[in-house]
Nanobody, 120 residues
Framework: QVQLVESGGGLVQAGGSLRLSCAALGRISSTNAMGWYGQAPGNQRELVAVITSDGITNYADSMTGRFTVSRDSGKNMVYLQMNKLKPEDTAVYYC??????????????WGKGTLVTVSS
């Protein structure tokens, strides 16, 4: 089994910064794409940022230039540095990782989410 554990969410004022972390734990052989999705109240879960195993990144338009996704493949960790936060960034942020477990099966896993609240 694989478990994703997120941390770093919280309450911050507009213009502030937060750094989210996500650790993939379990019998992991390798990881492929790693990323973050956000779900604002009443909305669907949407892509925030993703990073491939080669380090190629992709961001939602509204996050480009403010958020930075990074990874430490050796530690099976993915991070999201969030700068210049806006009230509309308020959401539950979910980590997702494509994992090849020991034994060969590859699957997408999701964390339980961490709440980011940005006050105006």
């Amino acid at each position: 089994q694989v478990q994703l554990v997120e941390s770093g969410g919280g309450l911050v004022q507009a213009g502030g910064s937060l750094r989210l972390s996500c650790a993939a734990l379990g019998r992991i052989s390798s990881t492929n794409a790693m990323g973050w999705y956000g779900q604002a109240p009443g909305n669907q879960r949407e892509l925030v940022a993703v990073i491939t195993s080669d380090g190629i990144t992709n961001y939602a338009d509204s996050m480009t230039g403010r958020f930075t996704v990074s990874r430490d493949s050796g530690k099976n960790m993915v991070y999201l540095q969030m700068n210049k936060l806006k009230p509309e960034d308020t959401a539950v942020y979910y980590c997702t990782v494509n994992v090849r477990i020991v034994g060969g099966l590859r699957m997408d896993y999701w964390g339980k989410g961490t709440l980011v609240t940005v006050s105006s």
